[in-house]
């Protein structure tokens, strides 16, 4: 092992933390996973920023929590002045690519006002989030111009105008029509694209190309898995290799839906929960989704073998998480978004290669981590700034490495905002009136909603969330501290992104320097 | 008086609001600015977003609160990104022009990472803050080449390199030294500029000069005058149109020196604040700042007079207010930036044109104003989208056209970042650990402030604000009151900037409309 050079930042799309065998899954294996937590830290304590894909990676990319980057939901551009990764890297003479999703939108309105030309290299990767997308694709509909996927299917005998639909989340029905993924009763059954051809398999191979054309030139890949993300179809023989007595049991019982609060209640009449609800649904969609994560897990396998063949297991930090969970039943609820641990916990590996960080190797480190993390780690493992006037995460490093550390971090905090979903209608609420915030301490779990009263959970009494206490008056005192905590936490927003702390050194009390004489006698 | 066409937005520089007679100033006649809030409305409770010029000014050309646009002091560049004025209304067609002071830094790392050419009219006009420089001058160094000033002055016969430091803020001394109005011992002399050459005077003819060579052509005019601020430095006969006998009387006790709050004491050792503190400082120093107003007052009544004549005063919306105020020893401090009332309460009038404001001419308002409100208001005026999934302030029009509002604001709200300040020194803080935001409602004046005591003044017993109460564990109940405010506060801050709430109401549970499934059954 040996000093950074390389950063391969490995994100799975909807895997929940649970869903690993070094996690204690008792059916699901992931051996690959687990040797990689083996060679490095393992943070069962991680928490995204949002439990929604475009917030969440904001957040992983830019190192800032939502309410500081901006980009509140799926369908909001991250503004073109939020710096991510690549804008750090970069001028480090690092290549920053991507292979597979990021869900960044173009802040088109800025590059128009910026009269940033179209089909430029610089408008490419603004428009990029400053990535280069050596194959960019999200996974949610076929595959865009971004992405070489649709035309190596066809290249394969996948022929079809969209050879996604048609066949990577498509299954064989009678008569040899296709059932779509899309409904959710079919993914028990095989996809009809090979694995071999499959999105998992596709963008591994993807990487590993990158990784050899870039040869000694020190670079930054951010390999970014579409699974276990719906739709839920896997190929043979991962379709099956899983039943439903291999699932987690459900996380819900009737209590729950006793005086729930308002914004939960209009996400349980929300599609994906009343599906979710159905009694045999949980049983189909599990096993596919676990059939997922392991073939993520079989091609994770053969890309670590390829890095070690290559010497680069020794300069490589390799981060591995996933952009959010997945309720899959739990709670009565479909997809994610609500604050359960099962949307917002999500696994967290960091192998770091340094000789430093030997003493870790295969621990387990309960310490709270939120994706914001992720940017500052990967600027102290490559010597580069803290540019912490911006990076709201801290560096993992220190735990890695045994540095001795004043303090840690004794909450997360996530937010959300609802405004674009069927839950604002229900709600009748304007769209900028959605808002939450989550602060999740060691014992309590608490919510601030918009308008509505808050949810509160005793996680050291009711670890699953069953009981939200967010309107029982006995727990005024704790809910009136939790408060504390988020009012604090968004006075210490970092808004200031103009200047760095340096600048501000530099100029204190400096006026005579600049010719301004103000206050003498 | 017809519908508004144009707009004349008048600042002064750190005017407070009770320099004026009709805001009760029993010496200093300010017959224009009165005869202004005769055909308008005067609302004598308005506040500034910070008491110091940058994140003020940069307040009241967004419409945000400085958490939100970033600009947290003079030195900090306002974010390429941040909308003012000129990008509201450029696009339909209105020219926004400056004459004077903004304080807006360009923001030199974006514009050179958006590759925008230097030179360029894109460049100039995103360095300007989205305003049409015809004269810039930010008036506390001698004027730079955005200014005809100085070049004005030496044609003028004011010959010297530098014939602002040498005429404009000097006076004659023995022998014919100048004597620098740097100096505040200095400014009860005349400056050695001609009155008609002056600051005041010279951007006063430049305003002018502007309407009327935009003839029928809509504009809207941000004249901002330099004066009163520093150097107080006032040409005959203004120089000593006032005397000592002539002031308000001082606003400062000895018992505000005991158990004084650590970041106010810290200012109180500033160089401006014992300046002040002597005992004959206040009497030099506020008969020439007088004068200042008195001057600006006589070439506002001459450039109203030039409006009359040309019809302007029918169809041009009219803002008079001013960035802060001035210590002037009050409170044993000079300068601003604390948050006392003699900072933070400015001139505030609005003379809407429109026959439906013609109810409201010559009354006070005296519900609670911001300086974020210029923006929505102006936006209002012309029929323009209010943008207001960025605007947060209000526009004042409901109130000078007696529409019905359900409801108005019930406090202001103004924040400091003391990090450029000695007094951060003094108290060897970090850069980014010197904040506070204040909340005032009509009863309490709160102050948060980071890692410090808060303070607390009651407003009905204590107007004149001699008893911090922050320590007093008496009014801890309103304090916890007030600590809830400012969470709500930061909580509504607009953080979603890239799309507006239309955007989201298009795109609200629209996904099968994307081709996105999911979650069905």
């Known amino acids: 092992m040996g000093k950074v050079r390389n950063v391969l930042f490995i994100m799975c799309d909807q895997l929940r933390a649970d869903h690993l065998s070094c ?10 996973i687990d040797a990689l937590a083996k060679r490095g830290v393992r943070f069962p304590r991680a928490y995204v920023q949002s439990g929604v894909c475009g917030p969440s990676r904001m957040s992983y990319y830019t190192g800032r929590y939502m309410t500081s980057h901006g980009a509140t939901w799926n369908r909001v551009p991250l503004s073109l002045h939020e710096k991510t990764l690549g804008d750090y890297l970069r001028p480090a003479g690092i290549e920053v690519a991507l292979a597979g999703k990021t869900h960044m939108l173009p802040d088109l309105e800025a590059l128009e006002r910026y009269g940033i030309e179209g089909g430029s290299a610089l408008d490419a990767l603004l428009r990029a989030g400053r990535f280069e997308e050596i194959d960019r694709y999200d996974g949610h509909s076929p595959p865009g111009k971004e992405s070489g996927y649709a ?3 066809r290249q394969h005998g996948y022929l079809s105008d969209d050879p996604w639909s048609d066949y990577v989340i498509a299954a064989e029905g009678p008569g040899g029509k296709p059932l779509s993924g899309w409904h959710m009763r079919n993914v028990h059954l095989p996809a009809r694209v090979a694995e071999e051809h499959s999105e998992t398999a596709y963008m591994t191979r993807e990487a590993m190309r990158f990784i050899d054309e870039q040869g000694e030139k020190p670079w930054c ?3 970014s898995y579409v699974k276990p993300h719906w739709p839920y179809m896997a190929p043979a023989p991962y379709h099956n290799m899983y039943g439903a007595k291999d699932c987690l049991p459900l996380n819900r019982d009737e209590q729950e839906r006793v005086g729930e609060h308002p914004v939960l209640a209009a996400y349980r009449e929300h599609e994906e929960s009343v599906s979710f609800s159905r009694p045999e649904a949980p049983g189909i969609v599990r096993p596919a989704y676990m059939g997922l994560i392991r073939q993520v897990d079989d091609w994770l396998g053969r890309l670590f073998a390829h890095l070690q063949d290559r010497g680069r297991l020794d300069d490589t930090l390799i981060l591995f998480t996933s952009d959010h969970g997945d309720f899959l039943g739990d709670h009565w ?3 994610k978004e609500m604050f359960y641990e099962e949307a917002l916990r999500v696994p967290f590996i960091v192998v770091d290669p340094d000789p430093e960080a030997d003493l870790t190797r295969g621990t387990v480190d309960e310490r709270f981590v939120e994706a914001i993390d992720v940017v500052p780690t990967i600027l102290e493992a490559l010597g580069l700034p803290p540019n912490d006037h911006l990076v709201e995460g801290r560096s993992l ?3 890695t490495r045994r540095i001795h550390l004043e303090s840690w971090r004794d909450a997360v905090f996530s937010e959300l905002d609802y405004s674009f979903r069927e839950a604002r209608q229900i709600l009748q609420r304007k769209p900028s009136a959605c808002r939450a915030i989550m602060v999740r301490t060691d014992r309590w779990k608490y919510v601030w909603w918009q308008d ?3 949810m509160l959970f005793d996680l050291l009494n009711d670890p699953k969330e069953r ?6 008056a006995s727990y005024a005192h704790v809910m009136a501290q939790m408060e504390q905590r988020l009012g604090q936490w968004l006075r210490e927003r970092k808004t200031r992104v103009t200047v760095d702390d340096a600048y501000v050194e530099a100029r204190t009390a400096k006026h005579r320097q600049h010719g ?3 206050g003498m006698w």
Do not use: V
């Open 23 to 32: 996690a204690g899954h008792p059916h699901l294996e992931t051996p690959a």
């Open 151 to 153: 035309d190596y299917l």
């Open 221 to 223: 890949l951010h390999l």
């Open 333 to 335: 609820l479909g997809e």
């Open 397 to 399: 490093l220190p735990l």
């Open 452 to 454: 509505f009263r808050p």
């Open 467 to 472: 009981h939200d206490l967010g309107d029982n």
């Open 516 to 518: 301004i004489f103000f």
